[in-house]
């Protein structure tokens, strides 16, 4: 089946620092990918909708210079956390709808636990 | 505005049966999913409704009723493994994207 790669699972970076996240569609091409965040106990909050070749869209509230999104190709999204701070510690999970006819199912990467000292 | 709404928390007992509702308010609606989260891992796909009626896929069936803008999701046969958060989704809006519910906490008590 369908798999959306992501990595690292886990990182721990110092205040000040940026974070580059990559999310990867394995089998299928995804010309749209979603970037949410999830505090614990929490819903997922969508923070960009990633558009293979053009600018993100950015959900309201979101910094989009703190949040950068590319996506270059049509199988790879990376989501920066640029200048990363400890407010901006969370869990982040990209996610890619596969689009294949017949197939409304979006498929979720693994997830990456942002810890920022 | 656009919500989903789902109890927060449901207890059930091992083996027994139990139904986790979701009553939606979007714009636009194409289709109503359920997800799973464990604690610590990422959502992993259980089911989707386009259509009125009930889809079966082994121990879980979802439910859907567009009329009513409701849909449930069933569990049988519950295992502890099921212990988990369930989100209902419905994929809506104007970019076709996936509007989350606030997720149900299920407890399985032996």
């Known amino acids: 089946g369908a798999v959306v790669s992501q990595h690292p699972s886990r990182v721990i970076c110092k205040s000040g620092t940026s974070v580059k996240i990559e999310c990867r569609s394995l089998?299928?091409?995804?010309?749209?990918m979603f970037w949410y965040r999830q505090f614990p106990k929490q819903s997922l909050m969508l923070m960009a909708t990633s558009n293979e070749g053009s600018k993100a869209t950015y959900e309201q509230g979101v910094e989009k210079d703190k949040f950068l999104i590319n996506h270059a190709s049509l199988t790879l999204s990376t989501l920066t956390v640029t200048s990363a701070h400890p407010e901006d510690s969370s869990f982040y999970i990209c996610?890619?709808?596969?689009?294949?006819?017949?197939?409304?199912?979006?498929?979720f990467g693994a997830g990456t636990r942002l810890s920022v000292l | 505005g656009q919500s989903l709404e789902q109890p927060s928390e449901v207890t059930a007992v091992e083996g027994a049966i139990v139904q986790i509702n979701c009553t939606y308010q979007?714009?636009?609606?194409?289709?109503l999913s359920w997800y799973q989260q464990h604690d610590g891992g990422a959502p992993t796909f259980l089911s989707y409704?386009?259509l009125d009626g009930l889809e079966e896929t082994g121990r879980f069936s979802s439910f859907l009723s567009r009329s009513d803008s409701y849909g449930y999701l069933l569990l049988q046969e519950l295992q502890m493994k099921d212990s988990a958060s369930y989100f209902c989704a419905v994929r809506g809006g104007s970019n076709y994207q996936l509007i989350w519910g606030a997720g149900t906490k299920l407890i399985i008590k032996p």
């Open positions: 089998d299928f091409q995804a010309t749209t």
């Open positions: 996610s890619a709808f596969s689009g294949r006819a017949g197939e409304n199912i979006q498929y």
């Open positions: 409704n386009a």
């Open positions: 979007t714009s636009g609606f194409y289709g």
